[in-house]
C-alpha cells in the first residue's frame, strides 16, 4: 500500500472492507444479470434470445396434400428445431436460446424442411442479421417466405448494436 502513516492505512482498509460487504453480491453472477444492480458483466456481447414465432408461406414440400414443415434455426453454436406442423403456411411459436454471445458478422439462420418418412427435404433456408431489441424481418427462398419476430436484449448494463458497449447504472 501506499499510504505510509499506519492511522489513514487502516481508515482506507477498512472503508474498502466496508464498501464490499455493502456492495458484495450474495449469490454468483450468471454472467446476464446483478442482484445488486451495482455490478457489471464479466464479458461484453452477451445477451438472451428468444424467437417469438416463425411464419413460413408458400412451402410446397409435397406434390399432393400438405407439407409435413418443421424449422431449424441456428445461432452461433446454438440449434434449436421446431415442432411439426401439417401445412403449406405453417407457423411455430417459442424457441427459447437463452444466453447467447453476439457475434459481428453472424446471423440468425433458418432452414425449413418437409418431413418425409424416408427422408427430410429441405424447402430453403434465409439469414437475418440480429438487432437488439424486438424485431420481425421476412425473408424468402424460392416462391416461399419466412418471417421471423425475435427478441434481443442485452446483458445489464451492456447497450450498443451487439451489446459490446458497457455503460453504468444512473445513479
Known amino acids: 500500500m501506499l ?5 489513514i492505512q487502516g481508515n482506507v482498509i477498512a ?21 445488486s444492480g451495482n455490478c457489471c458483466p464479466k ?10 414465432s416463425i411464419r413460413a408461406t408458400g412451402l410446397r414440400g409435397d406434390w399432393w396434400g400438405h ?7 441456428n445461432y452461433g453454436a446454438h440449434t434449436k ?18 444466453n447467447v454471445y ?20 429441405h ?3 434465409c439469414s437475418i442479421n440480429l438487432a437488439v431489441g424486438s424485431c420481425t424481418k421476412t425473408c424468402s427462398f424460392g416462391r416461399s417466405t419466412a418471417t421471423v419476430s425475435y427478441t434481443l436484449t442485452c446483458a445489464a448494463h451492456l447497450t450498443g448494436d451487439l451489446c459490446e458497449e458497457y455503460t453504468p447504472r444512473s445513479a
Open 123 to 125: 424447402l430453403g433456408s
Open 43 to 52: 464479458e461484453p456481447r452477451k445477451a438472451t434470445l428468444r424467437i417469438n
Open 15 to 35: 472503508a474498502i472492507q466496508k464498501h464490499l460487504r455493502e456492495n458484495a453480491v450474495s449469490s454468483p453472477f450468471d454472467g446476464l444479470g446483478c442482484e
Open 81 to 98: 428445431e421446431t415442432n411439426q406442423v401439417h401445412s403449406n403456411n405453417s407457423v411455430w411459436n417459442g424457441l427459447d436460446f437463452g
Open 102 to 121: 453476439t457475434i459481428a458478422g453472424s446471423s440468425l439462420r433458418v432452414d425449413v424442411y418437409d418431413e418425409d418418412w424416408w427422408r427430410d427435404q
Open 3 to 7: 499510504i505510509t502513516d499506519k492511522v
Open 67 to 73: 407439407t409435413e414443415a418443421f424449422a431449424k434455426v
